[in-house]
């Protein structure tokens, strides 16, 4: 059973800072690259961040870029979301997922990944 489960989401006020991780089975981790996604209230989910399984290769949505950012820990099973200045527009909930892929490979789309967590909410006042 391959399972993935985030924690760090809270409460912060605008231009603060939190960081996600995402704790992956061993079995999950090597092979697979890892992303996070968010899904804001009436919202579809949408791509925030990508990183492939060697680490070597990350990727940001163009609202994100320069505020966020992505890393894994092979050591410890967790790929992390650091995120600075959050803004209002940051709240929703944020999911990690891991797809199976080739080291240096990206996975962009939703449909390239098999495992998804349960989400950890991540609220920005203003």
């Known amino acids: 059973q391959v399972q993935l489960v985030e924690s760090g989401g809270g409460l912060v006020q605008a231009g603060g800072s939190l960081r996600l991780s995402c704790a992956a089975s061993?079995?999950?981790?090597?092979?697979?690259?890892m992303g996070w996604f968010r899904q804001a209230p009436g919202k579809e989910r949408e791509f925030v961040a990508a990183i492939s399984w060697s680490g070597a290769y990350t990727y940001y949505a163009d609202s994100v870029k320069g505020r966020f950012t992505i890393s894994r820990d092979g050591g410890k099973n967790t790929v992390n979301l650091q995120m600075n200045k959050l803004e209002p527009e940051d709240t929703a909930v944020y999911y990690c997922a891991a797809g199976l892929s080739g080291p240096q490979s990206l996975v962009l789309r939703e449909s390239g990944y098999n495992y998804w967590g349960q989400g950890t909410q991540v609220t920005v006042s203003s």
């Open positions: 061993r079995r999950t981790f090597s092979s697979y690259a």
